[in-house]
């Protein structure tokens, strides 16, 4: 079989391909100087090589491990659960992509960002600069060589000509500035034009033409309508990217055995729309094309984990299973109920809400030796926790900034009714903020902050309460609001958030500025 570059793209019959690495410096020497302090140095015997694979918009209550009544078959994730740890009350940051992207690879609450709200689109400028630390630049600083595959959603710089994208030409402040050595994906969801690969920094291809599919014409697998390269096939990106990563790990499982380890972040395009399973999974889970899309990636995510075994690095890898949010009603929650499938496993709401259904995700987490097999958790974490994690596993000193919002989960590899962290920030797609500490949550809106009913303004107009405050422990399905009833509880939340808030970090440590006023307070309902 003919080698390629691992991010240059194959024909589409071609799988498993070899490629030959090209970039193995370290960046971080190279820009910024906010993380200058995470200083280079050889990797201590044992470092694990870290792989962190994000699902796109898959729901806690589609996968076995985290729902006993899933009707969706997940044997790979089921397997991997059983080796590792499964966290039972796992949440993003945000109930939608960009931020909690943005949140994961920072360590950082999204909302301190510039990003106040949404997402950002295919075409959108780099979100994160190049002096914030990331996940790249905390791993690279421990010896380990670093790799993005797949759906980076967290922009970055198109060379433009006039209003026209020049695709001929390189882009820049791409994920090589936020600490990847190598990179190969999309820029934004792979619904967003352009649908172009770029191969650490150049397009692979000029497009010469539009395609799109209309939501009337495939209500699963439709897309928008923009530029497309001619290597780029729409129902075969979820395998593509995984035949990269297999590939990828290949490449670099020898260096890996000799004290080189890597750090591969998989954020994948599904099941996220476009929902396009292709045989045999098509039509293979008897519910609908987004049920048979997440059997496709449990799949998948089984072939990655045979590949790390094969590859004789299967003892000193640790894996991180994920999803950025709850699940979205492009899966038809309607066709799902049907067949008695619940996206949100009982809890209230979805994507983009604030509500548990919209943040709460699976999170599987296994290291054989590390990790006893077949452990669960119920101790409450937040994606930016895996920042402050992989810091301590790879014995970092913890910095002023960089990771400021995520505590170290790896006390609950050895004791999983630890309690790392006492209190968790969510925030929904329209900037609606919640706080929680213990099983009291206080949801910063009147109605969902997102998509499901009560949307806000609807919430205006009945003249529901500002605030909703919610005993998980008793009501896990937020369905009695008690905010009138326990003032004291409202109080300490609110309280507990500004302080969280103004310190710029909800870890100890000194105070630090967020990048824009952060308002969280909604004013008075008026209907």
């Given amino acids: 079989m003919t080698s390629t570059s691992v991010f240059s793209p194959p024909p589409a019959s071609q799988t498993r391909l070899g490629w030959t690495l090209f970039r193995d410096v370290l960046l971080s020497l190279a820009i910024g100087v906010g993380f200058i302090n995470l200083a280079s140095a050889a990797p201590a015997p044992g470092h694990p090589n870290v792989i962190v694979v994000l699902a796109d918009d898959l729901g806690l209550g589609d996968i076995s491990p985290t729902n006993p009544e899933c009707k969706i078959q997940t044997p790979n994730l089921q397997r991997l659960a059983d080796e590792g740890l499964t966290f039972l009350d796992a949440h993003t940051p945000s109930s939608v992509c960009t931020p909690t992207r ?102 692979t291809s000029v497009p010469k033409r539009n395609e799109g599919v209309t939501k009337k014409e495939d209500p699963y697998g439709w897309y928008r309508n923009g530029p497309i390269g001619d290597d780029f096939k729409i129902d075969e990106v979820l395998p593509h990217l ?141 994606l930016t926790d895996i920042y402050s994690t992989l810091q301590s596993i790879a014995e970092l000193p913890r910095q002023a900034n960089g990771g400021e919002d995520g505590f170290d989960l790896s006390v609950l590899f050895q004791d999983p009714n630890a309690t790392p962290r006492d209190s968790l920030i969510s925030h929904s797609i329209a900037g609606r903020f919640a706080i929680r500490r213990g099983p ?40 009695t609001n008690l905010v009138d009833q326990q003032p004291e509880q409202v109080e300490m939340l609110l309280a507990l958030l500004d302080e969280q808030v103004a310190n ?9 500025k967020n990048d824009r006023e952060v308002i969280v307070r909604v004013k008075p309902a008026t209907k």
């Fill in 102 to 203: 943005y949140g994961l690879l920072t360590g950082r609450y999204n909302w301190r960002s510039r990003l106040a709200r949404g997402v950002l689109s295919g075409t959108s400028k780099h979100l994160i600069p190049a002096d914030r630390p990331t996940l790249g630049h905390l791993i690279q600083s421990a010896g380990y060589h670093t790799a993005m595959i797949g759906k980076w959603h967290l922009g970055w710089d198109w060379h433009m000509d006039g209003k026209e994208i020049d695709f001929s030409k390189p882009v820049k402040n791409g994920p090589n500035i936020n600490g990847f050595d190598q990179y190969y994906g999309h820029c934004g969801s792979l619904d967003m034009a352009p649908y172009v690969w770029v191969d650490t920094g150049m397009p």
């Fill in 242 to 382: 995984f035949d990269k990563s297999i590939t990828y790990v290949n490449e670099r499982a020898e260096l890996a055995k000799n004290g080189k380890p890597f750090f591969l972040y998989l954020p994948l395009p599904a099941p996220h729309t476009p929902i396009v399973p292709v045989p045999p999974f098509k039509g293979a889970s008897g519910i609908n094309p987004y049920a048979d899309f997440v059997h496709q990636v449990d799949h998948h995510v089984g072939e990655l984990m045979d590949a790390i075994s094969e590859a004789g690095i299967d003892e000193n890898t640790i894996v991180f299973f994920t999803s950025d949010n709850g699940c979205s009603p492009e899966a038809n929650f309607d066709v799902l109920a049907q067949h008695d499938h619940d996206p949100s496993a009982g809890y209230r709401g979805h994507k983009a809400d604030i509500f548990e259904g919209g943040h709460r995700v699976p999170l599987l987490a296994r290291w054989p030796g590390k990790i006893a097999a077949g452990t669960q958790t119920n101790a409450v974490a937040c």
């Fill in 440 to 479: 009291w949550k206080l949801c910063l809106s009147p109605g969902s902050g997102g998509w499901s009913a009560p949307k806000d303004p609807a919430a205006i107009k009945q003249g529901l309460p500002n605030m909703q405050l919610y005993h998980l422990g008793d009501d896990p399905a937020e369905q």
């Fill in 504 to 512: 710029g970090r909800c870890t100890p440590g000194p105070p630090l």
